[in-house]
């Protein structure tokens, strides 16, 4: 029977699993796998979840509220620290945790679920980094204050498949060990990002947010100067604004991202996003290999700006 209803959606995802099964073996990673998505399953059931499958390294789910979701969330990233596989096995590579989260009318069926929030969130879920939930704005908008006060504003991003883009809000990642809680337990908001490291070759600038626009391309005048002849002679900017570093493309042949190590890429073309963790740009050319222009990138926090690396020209 076919019901119609308002609801949460959630996916989450596993990443690093393949390093496991290479470091840990075929048996021993299975086992590791499983109880992980079994702990998210349980998680996604303590907030008034309901599994609707899991895929292999993750699950999708469907909750009441935006409020439970999110909640489950930031347990299932509790959750994944302390069952580091590194803490039994020193070899043992960490698992990763994202989390994308939608809301809107789904079409319930069969035990499956479809609709305009379910297709955003698991688009969405590409551009989420290590350790990061990612929120669209109807989710954002039904949370309450003090939750609200976690997230930072990513502004609009193009998912793929879709004509328009989507607000979307960044659940910062908690930091173990720091004094710092998350908003469920009342304590103090994460500060906002204060630099961005990019790397090209043996080339390392950290840029502080006063310090853009940032210009790439392959002009002497560049601000950051990339000497390949697929690049632009101004080829993409980085601008400050509103609190999050905004990439924008210059070129006529596009700039490409890549959030974290090995997810989807996003292409600009004369467009604008917003970057957030850690990826790759990639100029004139998809950041597929070694031999392309790409240039790896890093949001810094105050604690994390290194004093003794370079800032500017």
Same mark, same amino acid.
């Given at each position: ?82 069952? &580091? ?45 290590? &350790? ?178 370079? &800032?500017?020209?």
């Amino acid at each position: 029977m076919q019901q119609i209803r308002q609801r949460t959606v959630l996916f989450a995802d596993l990443r690093g699993s393949t390093s496991l099964y290479e470091t840990l073996g075929n048996a021993a990673a299975t086992g590791v796998v499983t109880r992980t998505v079994a702990e998210l399953v349980r998680i996604v059931s303590g907030e008034q979840g309901q599994v609707v499958k899991t895929l292999g390294d993750g699950l999708m789910a469907l909750f009441e509220s935006p409020r439970h979701a999110v909640a489950a969330a930031e347990e299932m990233h509790d959750a994944l620290h302390h069952m &580091s596989p590194a803490k039994n096995s020193p070899r043992a590579p960490n698992l990763k945790l994202k989390v994308a989260v939608a809301h809107g009318e789904v079409v319930e069926m069969a035990g499956d679920c479809f609709g305009d929030a379910v297709n955003v969130a698991a688009r969405l879920i590409d551009h989420a980094g290590d &350790s990061e939930t990612l929120a669209t704005a109807s989710v954002f908008e039904r949370l309450e204050a003090p939750v609200r006060a976690r997230f930072r504003d990513l502004d609009l991003m193009q998912l793929r498949g879709r004509a328009e883009p989507v607000h979307v809000h960044l659940l910062e990642a908690r930091r173990f060990g720091d004094t710092v809680t998350t908003a469920f337990g009342g304590l103090a908001v994460l500060p906002e990002p204060e630099g961005i490291r990019l790397t090209w070759l043996d080339l390392t600038r950290v840029y502080r947010g006063p310090d853009l626009a940032v210009v790439l391309g392959r002009s002497p005048q560049a601000t950051y100067c990339i000497d390949d002849s697929r690049v632009s002679r101004s080829h993409a900017r980085i601008d400050w604004h509103g609190g999050t570093f905004q990439l924008t493309d210059l070129s006529y042949n596009g700039t490409y991202v890549r959030f974290g190590q090995d997810g989807e890429i996003l292409a600009l073309r004369r467009g604008t996003c917003t970057l957030h963790g850690s990826g790759t740009i990639g100029l004139g050319t998809p950041p597929v290999d070694a031999l392309s222009p790409s240039v790896r990138f890093e949001v810094l926090r105050l604690s994390e700006l290194d004093p003794t690396e370079a &800032s500017g020209r």
